[in-house]
């Protein structure tokens, strides 16, 4: 019998010669608005780093015009392209900055950028120009964005919401070879890394996952139980100790040190909007606070730095688990 990563290969081949030609018009279902495309876009901007990554991953770098709201380095295959792409700006970008570009469609990462209270704009907005917006289906599905600063999880998420988005803009730029391509890819490795960790066969190990801090000795952002690190960990067999709903709920750290982790995930990143955005000062904090320090997890040194951007709904969510199931072996776990 094959393993279920030699099957999910074997189906990425068997399947890679079946896809088709978009059929336009497309009609798409999007995050509450319905598109239609009568031919592939000639052009796109991108607000939100995961959009700027799949459609490079689909070899439509040629197709963007400008990118925004980066939190890390763009994957190192994407660098050279990325070089010669403009970067709008660092985080939000401005309408104006947007549609000077005249884009044949904008992509967004989060529904607060584009939506219903877009900080960027709404999608009417863009509508009334003549430009479609695309919202990545991880911000919709199972997620209410009218709660909470980041949104509140109504369901466990998954990477099928991604591998909706990776599919749904290679339908839209009619290139669903590679979207299928990719998507099976991301299956197989997800699959891989899975087993890996699953093979410890652990059985009480619990995490926390760290993202930022508005100060340095105030509450932190960290994971609630049902978005991209939730399911992480549900994969590789580690209990969140956050029980919050919201994406990114704010929790003390008397009650964390009170839920004592096994493991502690920070998060890595380039942006700098806070000062915990760095991550030697979360490594700093966690060994010299009076509470954090006391946690097993720190006193033990099962503390695992991981990329910011791969904590949230992107295809770098795959990168995340192998990254965690191969360091999860050397941590002494059970």
Not at 193 to 220: Q, Y
């Amino acid at each position: 019998m094959f393993p279920k990563t030699t099957l999910a290969l074997l189906a990425l081949i068997a399947g890679a010669g079946t896809a088709h030609a978009t059929q336009y018009p497309l009609q798409l279902a999007n995050c509450g608005v319905t598109l239609r495309f009568d031919k592939a876009p000639d052009s796109a901007v991108t607000v939100g780093q995961a959009t700027t990554e799949i459609l490079y991953a689909l070899g439509l770098a040629d197709r963007v015009k400008g990118t925004s709201v980066w939190f890390t380095e763009v994957l190192p295959q994407f660098k050279e392209v990325n070089a010669g792409i403009e970067r709008l700006a660092d985080n939000d970008p401005s309408f104006e900055s947007v549609v000077a570009k005249r884009p044949g469609l904008v992509t967004a990462q989060y529904e607060w950028h584009i939506g219903p209270q877009g900080i960027v704009a709404t999608r009417e907005q863009f509508a009334d120009l003549g430009i479609p917006t695309y919202i990545l289906p991880s911000d919709c599905l199972g997620k209410d964005n009218s709660t909470g600063s980041d949104g509140t999880r109504t369901a466990m998420y998954s990477m099928e919401s991604i591998h909706q988005g990776v599919t749904e803009l290679a339908q839209i730029f009619d290139v669903e070879d590679k979207g299928a391509a990719l998507v099976g890819d991301l299956k197989a490795r997800e699959a891989a890394a899975i087993d890996k960790a699953r093979a410890l066969d652990l059985h009480d190990a619990s995490a926390l996952f760290w993202f930022s801090s508005a100060e340095m000795d105030i509450d932190p952002y960290v994971a609630g139980r049902k978005g991209p690190p939730a399911y992480m960990m549900q994969a590789l067999g580690l209990r969140n100790v956050i029980e919050s709903d919201e994406e990114w709920p704010v929790v003390s750290w008397e009650s964390i040190a009170r839920a004592n982790p096994s493991v502690i995930v920070i998060a890595k990143m380039d942006r700098r909007r806070f000062e915990a955005d760095d991550y030697e000062k979360k490594l700093a904090f966690l060994k010299s606070d009076p509470v954090a320090s006391q946690m097993e997890a720190v006193r033990n040194d099962r503390i695992v730095v991981l990329d910011a951007h791969a904590m949230d709904s992107s295809i770098r969510n795959v990168d995340a688990l192998e990254t965690l199931a191969a360091a999860l072996p050397a941590l002494g776990l059970r």
